[in-house]
């Protein structure tokens, strides 16, 4: 097929094309007017081309400008001052004609694909369709193209069957708030976004459909991290019919890994990966979502102080955690443990001391320990001459927390993470239920999940212990998949619902054809979602998700590219049967 714009990418020239007539279009990156000649470096997603514009060669040059676009018939040639950082920097192309496609103001918002310069974000989201030019980002966005199909072929490859399921649902209690969306045929009902595929793929299970996946659109109305989208993001969603946990587990050990290889050149973690109960992991890294490459380990020693008479230890729960090789570290080092502490984890200070070569306790809080505390906690953490141990205080769930951030913060601070790799694990046995902020019960994951020992476990146990058969997968510190074994019980539904305060009318109104299809014989079923965003940012090694999304909102939950959320017309309003009732700020 003959293209009128060019027979070669920018990329892809070399000596052997040395002679030949060539036709390449392109974004100009950079101009270069030595008078006699001109030289251009032409970029295409492929590469870059360096062309040669001589003075005799009557080319009108004056619409030619950085990110511009052109077309340029000429012929290769051999480059005498050669450039070995690109793959065509033995060539250079003489332009014959160049034709501008795409004229580009002078004065650009930010330089493209210069090294160093700091833009603000926000510039860069306003001018998104310019930031993609940029090489790295670019790269990212062709990196998430293919670990997709990668993803795809891993599915289909194990006989899934790839099914789309509805972007206007209902509203359902699923852990976050609903995006809703008014109905014009309707007049006061509304749609919901789905906050995932839950109750569709449950359903699609009740169908035969045996083993179902997608990759699927979420909803979420929660607030920007570093590591989530506002708003949006997506899934590789998969249900399986007559599965358990094992089987589930045997699907993610053999897709993550598979994909994870095809695009890093990193050690991967083989299945099976390591289980971590929930408990274990507070108790041992202060988190969920642990980072198996920090050696770090949290240690408990609040029997160790029952008796204290040191204020900040009395009744306190108490953590700790050893670093090793210590002796050397300044006083500043820990002063500034202790104030990242206080400004970032909300703690109320850092308690540390440093062992000397004799064994003894040196610094900090030394002289509260006494010596039968002191040799209880040296057998308990292992402590060795040279190391540090720091100390965190506080009611249980808050020392959890603030030991968790510690022992990330040390980690990264002594440079203790393993390198060049992905740490998987599985997070299993999750609490069926948790105390909410108003001591209410409440689900703590998700609430189709299956309970451990099934209706007699929610008649008989206290609901706060009773585990479900839900899990996570996570890696690097990241949590990158969430699932469980779903509930396919009515009555089962009906107690578990009832025990977080739902009656069965509101079962019956929430999840009508859940509750109704589970009437007519479901199998078990089990399946799992990992997160396509975060698994690409972890790929393309970025520490900002929005680094690998095309067009992302802002931290403000604000897309300044295309100006949204904004305000729409009053006839629009008025076919949805919507009136506004603003509060008046002032």
Known sequence: MVNEYRTHNCGELRLSDIDKEVRLAGFVQTIRNLGKMIFIDLRD??????????????????????????????TVVERSNKNDKIPTGQIEVIAKSITVLGKCKNSLPFEINVEGQNVREDLRLEYRFLDLRNDKIHKNIKLRSKILKDFRNAMDELGFTEIQTPILANSSPEGARDFLVPSRLHPGEFYALPQAPQQFKQLLMVSGFE???????????????????????????????????????????????????QN??????????????????????GTDKPDLRNPLIISELTDIFEGTEFNAFKGKTVKAITTENMQDKPRKFFDNMSQYAVDELEAKGLAWVKVDENLELTGGISKFIDEDRKQKIFNRMNVKQGNAIFFIADEYDKATKIAGGVRIKLGNELDLLEKNSYRFCFIVDFPMYELSDEGKIDFNHNPFSMPQGGLEALEKKNPLDIYAYQYDAVCNGYEILSGAVRNHDQEIMIKAFEIAGYTIEDVKGKFGALFNAFSYGTPPHAGAAPGIDRIVMLLAKEDNIREVIAFPKNKKARDLLMNAPSKVSEKQLEEVHIKLKLENNN
């Open 264 to 285: 890093t050149d990193w050690k991967v973690d083989d299945g099976p990966f390591i289980r971590i109960p929930f408990k274990e992991s507070m108790e041992k890294y």
């Open 45 to 74: 997603e492929n590469g870059i081309t360096q062309i040669v514009i001589l003075e005799d060669s009557n080319i009108d040059v004056k619409d030619i400008t950085k990110e511009c676009t052109l077309t340029v018939t000429g």
């Open 211 to 261: 083993k179902y996946y997608q990759i699927a659109p979420c909803f979420r109305d929660e607030d920007p991290r570093a590591d989530r989208a506002p708003g949006e993001f997506y899934q590789l969603d998969f249900e399986m019919s007559f599965a358990t946990q094992e089987d589930v587990f045997s699907v993610i050990e053999t897709v993550l890994p598979k994909v994870f290889k």
